[in-house]
């Protein structure tokens, strides 16, 4: 221990004499430390951190899929739900929920909170109890009653923790529930933009529906069972339900994944991504300061040498060194976790909210073991192999060289040489690696989502049952709203649709079709197709263009039985047949249809996703729940807005405000993981880059200090600046390609890891690995010229005296 301190004490002041040395490789090192801790923090919050319920571990998501969704996971019906729940023996509890928004009504302007039906099964389930009340009851369920459990944020931000908040009455889309329970702080289902949970409560109809899917449901496994043996469950109570069932089930599929997978597992690849490059970044930091060292090292051979002659041992020396380089780490740990406080926030701020715990993000005691782990393997990792160099110099040579001749061993520079070429390859696997990203983001930014999204607004409107009990009702509504809207100045169109384009997820819906003429497919092997119900001027409002056939027009009421489809279903089931006139049999019933139109491709959820076949039905006839309004304006859409709804609120104050947003706005939001993800990996790969460069300018310089009196030679023999020039310009050149050619190989091994990540673009990308591999070299070039420019300025007789 004693000989420790008085390492730690030594090393104290060799810091200290080095004050300009130990600031650039502090600063090197806390920026890789730093953007570690970031992305580290930000995975163990997301990825690793257990989600909020007892027994985490044994919680599943169930999923079902049908031959006509192509083996893609799907949710279930009520009756196959309620099947799984009875026939199951490895699952201890299942439960049930759909989506639902609940227009909350009181003081101030109405507000559209998320929230889900829930089956009571779902307390078992999740094993939480509330903070305050209770949950609501299997007969509560049953019976449909009006109760409501919030979460912790709503009953803090709205109504200010008030203790006195059972038993009050929420009006939730004009109905009054009585509040019976208030979850725990961070605690929502499935995520904590989750406010409001009501009873789910099947109707007769739902329970024998098996054709009716609407069902996320979650399950937790009997102690004991792993989940592979509930997957396997799953499988075969699929196939006695496909049995048992062949109209409606035949060919279904069951399985299961962890709920915790199941909620991360697409956001997984980003991150590990981003891991990957800020190790990268770290790794060519490591690097610089392994160079930093070796050159300060050069400079104290002859107190090494002093030192081991008077008995200290090479292993001495190593820790000697060693000690100094952790420190010097730790002291890079510490102004990285400066780094990480600042930065943690505010990417967490930038990340979708629907990311588990990102809001909750935080540098807690993981982190911080983390970063002194990390800093002190960086300085053993930056630290050896200077420090074995310098142990292991000849003791004769270096009291006879003294400082001096220190530098002119070989190995240093060579050592030198293989740091710059390794850190050349890391940035180019990096800058290729953020390249692909950046270009998929450009592709993806450039898709066309099939309408004009310039001026355009979305309002999804939900309305309440209970002022709005049926179809007629609701038409009335949302034909005052289209004369209201129609009549502001600055609206150039309005119309109705349900879902919007880029509006709620939950609202996009298909259904299975047939076509007139042809077999009969049984149903569940009939193809899918989104369906959009539109007033008549949706499609001008919109902006899509009209293919062939005609769009609806006010004839098209209650009783029409017309339908307009899209190109993609158009390709796909009429090639080389004119589909107008043509007829289409919707849904289970069968409902006959007549094509009157075909109309373009619009993508509905995100741009990333295929075009679906679609086709659109007439509102006035299939008024169902809600509509959203869609509003072209002339001018700017946001500052509109608050114009839009002080009109729509004149005809029900009570319809929430908070889902109308410009699409534009829409638009942009559904890109951020794409967005993030190539602005962080380009600054990353920047910095990882100016790092690089910052090695080879180091290391160069080394270079020509090192090789002082053999310059001079040259020069006193005759050899030209420009020779000069171009020898150490060669060297640079050298290292650099030695380093893309490394790197070129590792970029083409590793890219495909990038793939999930990717759009338009392939891991392969050729115009992406040519311009890199052609700009890195040079770049190199660049930070090598004042180096070498430097060299050719040796006057020859000084190098030679100082000899």
């Known amino acids: 221990m004693d000989t420790l301190r008085q390492d730690l004490l030594y090393g104290l002041r060799v810091l200290r004499r080095k004050p300009g040395f130990t600031l650039v490789a502090s600063l090197t090192l806390a920026l890789g430390i730093g953007a570690n801790t970031t992305i580290f923090s930000l995975i163990d919050n997301v990825l690793l951190r257990p989600l909020p319920y007892p027994q985490a571990d044994r919680l599943l998501s ?70 305050l009340g209770r949950w609501f009851t299997a007969e509560e369920d049953e019976s449909g009653q009006a109760v409501v459990l919030m979460s912790d944020s709503l009953w803090r931000n709205r109504f200010g923790a008030d203790p006195q908040i059972l038993g009050r009455s929420l009006v939730l889309n004009g109905r009054p529930f009585v509040v019976v329970g208030v979850l725990p702080p961070r605690v929502g289902f499935p995520t904590i933009l989750t406010h409001l949970y009501t009873p789910i409560s099947f109707t007769a109809d739902n329970k024998a529906s098996r054709g009716d899917v609407f069902l996320d449901v979650a399950a937790r496994m009997r102690p004991g069972v792993r989940p592979a043996t509930a997957d396997a469950e799953l499988r075969t109570i699929a196939a006695a339900l496909a049995q048992a069932w062949p109209q409606s089930d035949a060919g279904i599929q069951m399985g299961a994944v962890s709920l915790q997978e199941s909620l991360v597992g697409n956001v997984r690849p980003m991150f590990v991504v981003l891991w990957a490059a800020v190790a990268f970044m770290l790794a060519v930091g490591c690097a610089n300061v392994a160079n930093l060292l070796l050159a300060h090292a050069a400079g104290r051979q002859r107190e090494f040498a002093l030192r081991r002659s008077l008995g200290a041992t090479s292993g001495r020396l190593v820790r000697q060194l060693l000690t100094e380089s952790v420190m010097l780490a730790g002291v890079g740990g510490a102004l990285g976790l400066v780094l990480a406080a600042w930065a943690v926030p505010a990417m967490a701020s930038q990340l979708p909210a629907s990311f588990p715990h990102v809001r909750d993000v935080s540098m807690d005691a993981r982190v911080l073991w983390f970063t002194v782990g990390i800093s002190i393997l960086t300085g053993v990792l930056f630290g050896l192999a200077p420090a074995l160099g310098s142990a292991r110099r000849n003791l004769a040579q270096s009291l006879r060289e003294g400082t001096a001749g220190a530098g002119r061993g070989l190995s240093h520079r060579h050592l030198g040489h293989v740091l710059v070429t390794a850190e050349v390859a890391t940035v180019l696997v990096l800058l290729i690696g953020a390249g692909l990203v950046f270009r998929s983001l450009v592709r993806l930014s450039a898709v066309d989502p099939g309408f004009r999204t310039r001026g355009l607004i979305a309002w999804q409107i939900f309305l309440p049952p209970v002022r709005y009990p049926n179809a007629a009702a609701q038409r009335t ?327």
Request: glycine share 10%; charged share 15%; aromatic share 8%.
């Open 477 to 803: 509504f949302y034909r005052s709203v289209i004369e209201q809207v129609e009549s502001l100045p600055g609206v150039q169109a309005a119309a109705l649709a349900n879902p919007l384009p880029f509006g709620p997820v939950d609202m996009v819906a298909d259904t299975g079709f047939a076509i007139g003429g042809r077999p009969l497919l049984a149903p569940d092997q009939r193809p899918q197709a989104l369906i959009t119900r539109i007033s008549p001027t949706y499609f001008a409002t919109a902006g899509i263009p009209l293919r062939r056939g005609r769009t609806f027009n006010e004839h098209d009421g209650e009783s029409s039985q017309v339908v307009i489809i899209s190109d993609a279903l158009a390709r796909r089931y009429f090639a080389g047949q004119d589909p107008v006139g043509q007829r289409l049999l919707l849904g289970r019933n069968r409902l006959e249809m007549e094509i009157v139109g075909v109309v373009g491709d619009v993508k509905h959820i995100n741009l990333r996703s295929d075009v679906r076949p679609e086709f659109y039905l007439p509102l006035a006839r299939f008024t169902v729940g809600g509509a959203g309004l869609l509003v072209r304006t002339a001018g700017d859409p946001s500052a509109f807005l608050p114009i839009l709804q002080h009109r729509v609120w004149t005809l029900d104050s009570g319809i929430p405000a908070n889902l109308a947003a410009p699409v534009e706005q829409l638009l942009y939001a559904s890109l951020a993981p794409a967005r993030i993800a190539a602005v962080l990996l380009a600054v990353f790969a920047a910095t990882t880059l100016l790092l690089g460069l910052v090695g080879v300018y180091g290391v160069l310089s080394y270079s020509v200090r090192q090789r002082t009196r053999e310059i001079g030679i040259r020069l006193a023999l005759g050899a030209s600046q420009r020779g000069v020039l171009r020898m150490v310009l060669g060297e640079a050149l050298g290292l650099s390609l030695a380093g893309v050619t490394v790197g070129l190989v590792a970029a083409l091994t590793f890219s495909r890891y990038l793939e999930t990540l990717l759009f338009g673009v392939t891991a392969l990308d050729t115009a992406t690995y040519l311009v890199v591999a052609l700009a890195v070299p040079c770049a190199a070039l660049g930070a090598a010229y004042y180096p070498a420019r430097r060299a050719t300025q040796v006057d020859p007789s000084t190098s030679l005296r100082s000899e």
């Open 62 to 131: 169930l999923w079902t899929s049908y031959p006509a969704s192509n083996g893609q996971p799907d949710i279930f019906s009520p009756p196959n739900y309620l099947d799984v729940a009875a026939r199951s023996r490895t699952l201890d509890a299942v439960g049930a929920s759909t989506q639902m928004n609940f227009a909350l009504a009181g003081a101030g302007q109405p507000e559209n909170i998320a929230g889900l039906r829930l089956s009571a099964s779902m307390s078992r389930v999740l094993g939480v109890s509330p903070q």
